[in-house]
Nanobody, 124 residues
């Protein structure tokens, strides 16, 4: 059984940075797509960024428009860990952030593994 554990959330001022980590256990996820979602109370969970294996040791990345140029998703397969580097943060980034893993990005929401989430709060 795959387990995902997020960490790195917290309180940061607008313009600041945080790095989220997601450690996976139970199996090696080097060929899995992995991603980050976020959710604000009362709203649906929102895709933020994902990375997927496309062959050899090459991974692609995709982001929602609102975080492009500010957030970077990357992974360390030796540590079975996914990261999200968040820079130039703004209050609209405030949410609970969740790590997910699945065979494909498209199946993360319905058939993926999920962590418990880590809260990120950006003050203005």
């Amino acid at each position: 059984q795959v387990q995902l554990v997020e960490s790195g959330g917290g309180l940061v001022q607008a313009g600041g940075s945080l790095r989220l980590s997601c450690v996976a256990s139970g199996r090696t996820l080097s060929t899995y797509a992995m991603g980050w979602f976020r959710q604000v109370p009362g709203k649906e969970r929102e895709f933020v960024a994902a990375t997927r294996w496309i062959g050899d040791n090459i991974y692609s990345a995709q982001y929602i428009d609102s975080v492009k140029g500010r957030f970077t998703i990357f992974r360390n397969n030796a540590k079975n860990t996914l990261y999200l580097q968040m820079d130039k943060m703004n209050p609209e980034d405030t949410a609970a952030y969740y790590c997910a893993a699945a065979r494909e990005i498209a199946t993360m929401m319905t058939a993926g593994y999920w962590g418990q989430g880590t809260q990120v709060t950006v003050s203005s």
